[in-house]
Antibody
Framework: QVQMVQSGAEVKRPGSSVKVTCKTS????????VTWVRRAPGQGLEWIGS????????LYADKFKGKVTITADESTNTVYMDLNSLTFEDTAVYFC????????????WGQGTLVTVSS | SYVLTQPPSVSAAPGETALITCGGN??????VHWYQQRPGQAPLLVLH???DRPSGIPERFTGSNSGDTATLTITRVEAADEADYFC???????FGGGTKLTVL
């Protein structure tokens, strides 16, 4: 059974960066694509980007190009999301989810990581 | 980019049927996935490929997809169904704006 376990909540200052981790288990890491989604207060789900370990390649939503970097460490079955130049608008719960690509749904999801940007 | 439109809110009394729609241009030609998100929890896949239920999802959750509208139908609504529901089309990671289901 595939599981996605995320790192804990973070409080950051405006202008700083945050790294959120997503540790996967239950399947061969190279076969687990990972997509990152966020939900800001009062908003819906928003796609940030996706990583395909098999191709060692990340794709980003236009809005997040230059702001987000998604990487992976195959030795620890972990995918990382770095978010830089934080603003108050980046306050949100960030989720990772398994993404098998093609027309597959996102399933399962990590438990979520609350990132709060506060001065 | 492709736009998915959902009603912001839907309400139903316990035992009634709730219909949550997801509109998109020729959405019937795509697969649609549905997620339930309860407050403070991660999204949960409740329907995939328009009509298929993942293991553990009650038969009360059904779906359809034709023309410009996909629909999630929840029969015999229960208090535990109160949540936000999001649709997603299969060929991109685009979500509808979400529908809050209130159980009266």
């Amino acid at each position: 059974q595939v599981q996605m376990v995320q790192s804990g909540a973070e409080v950051k200052r405006p202008g700083s960066s945050v790294k959120v981790t997503c540790k996967t288990s239950g399947a061969t890491f190279r076969n687990i694509g990972v997509t990152w989604v966020r939900r800001a207060p009062g908003q819906g789900l928003e796609w940030i980007g996706s990583f395909a370990p098999m191709f060692r390649r990340a794709l980003y939503a236009d809005k997040f190009k230059g702001k987000v970097t998604i990487t992976a460490d195959e030795s620890t079955n972990t995918v990382y999301m770095d978010l830089n130049s934080l603003t108050f608008e980046d306050t949100a719960v960030y989720f990772c989810a398994r993404d098998l690509g093609a027309s597959s749904p996102l399933d399962p999801w990590g438990q979520g990581t609350l990132v709060t940007v506060s001065s | 980019s492709y736009v998915l439109t959902q009603p912001p809110s839907v309400s139903a009394a316990p035992g009634e049927t709730a219909l949550i729609t997801c509109g998109g241009n020729n959405i019937g030609s795509k697969y649609v996935h549905w997620y339930q998100q309860r407050p403070g929890q991660a999204p949960l896949l409740v329907l995939h490929y328009n009509t298929d239920r993942p293991s553990g999802i009650p038969e009360r959750f059904t779906g359809s997809n034709s023309g410009d509208t996909a629909t999630l139908t929840i029969t015999r609504v229960e208090a535990a169904d109160e949540a936000d529901y999001f649709c997603q089309v299969s060929d991109s990671v685009v979500f509808g704006g979400g529908t809050k289901l209130t159980v009266l």
